[in-house]
């Protein structure tokens, strides 16, 4: 079956630090794989998305590749912000289209 | 373009009564989704329609739950009578297509059952 295991929060940070939240999973098939972010009050926004194999998707600094021979999709980034505490959440598609397949979230703060 | 809407975005209710929730997609979206995230667990799929017709209702818990599209526009998600267990924030997602698409969620209605 599909499944989505993401790293247990939540993650303090200071400004600047290096940031990374691991995700692996397991998929039937091919699956598309996301980073979805939601911050305080709001609805989820996709952060960045990979299609295929070693894809790299990219977005506000964020980074995260497609690792098929590891099942991974770790989320990174150089120099975190205030502006980035939220909820990160790692997800696939397995391309039915009928559902995408979550992890539990990783909540993410980080001071000045 | 207008995201995806939800009502309300706080319900709290006794055990055993109705609560009914509402999502309105992004304009010209077909399928439409509903997700669940109890108690800072991973969010789980409840269902799928396109247009006004089910696709995949695989993830719905119990008959409890009664999901509709009418005309293919708006959904409703019903839960009647509502368990302590029902507690959780409800997402509702569209997309224009399925696969490598995107969905778009909304900001989520945290239903409180006590």
């Known amino acids: 079956g599909n499944s989505v295991t993401q790293m247990e929060g939540p993650v303090t940070l200071s400004e600047e630090a290096f940031l990374t939240i691991n995700c692996t999973y397991t998929?039937?098939?091919?699956?598309?794989l996301f980073w979805y972010v939601q911050y305080p009050g709001e609805g989820l926004q996709l952060l960045l998305k990979a299609t295929k194999a070693d894809d790299k998707g990219s977005n506000k600094g964020f980074e995260a590749t497609y690792r098929k021979e590891t099942t991974s999709f770790h989320l990174e980034k150089g120099s975190v912000q205030v502006s980035d505490s939220a909820v990160y959440f790692c997800?696939?598609?397995?391309?039915?289209?009928?559902?995408?397949?979550f992890g539990t979230g990783t909540s993410l703060t980080v001071i000045p | 373009e207008a995201g995806v809407t939800q009502f309300p975005s706080h319900s709290v209710i006794e055990k055993g009564q109705t609560v009914t929730l509402r999502c309105d997609p992004i304009?010209?979206?077909?399928?439409l989704y509903w997700y669940r995230r109890v108690m800072g667990k991973e969010i789980k799929f409840l269902l799928h329609f396109v247009k006004e017709s089910k696709q995949d209702e695989s993830g719905m818990p119990n008959n409890r739950f009664l999901a509709e599209r009418t005309g293919g526009t708006y959904s409703t998600l019903k839960v009647q009578p509502a368990e302590l267990e029902d507690s959780g924030v409800y997402f509702c997602a569209s997309s224009r297509a399925v696969g490598t698409y995107e969905q778009y969620f909304g900001p989520g209605t945290r239903l409180t059952v006590t």
């Open positions: 304009s010209g979206h077909d399928n």
């Open positions: 998929a039937t098939g091919y699956p598309s």
């Open positions: 997800a696939l598609s397995d391309g039915t289209g009928n559902q995408f397949y």
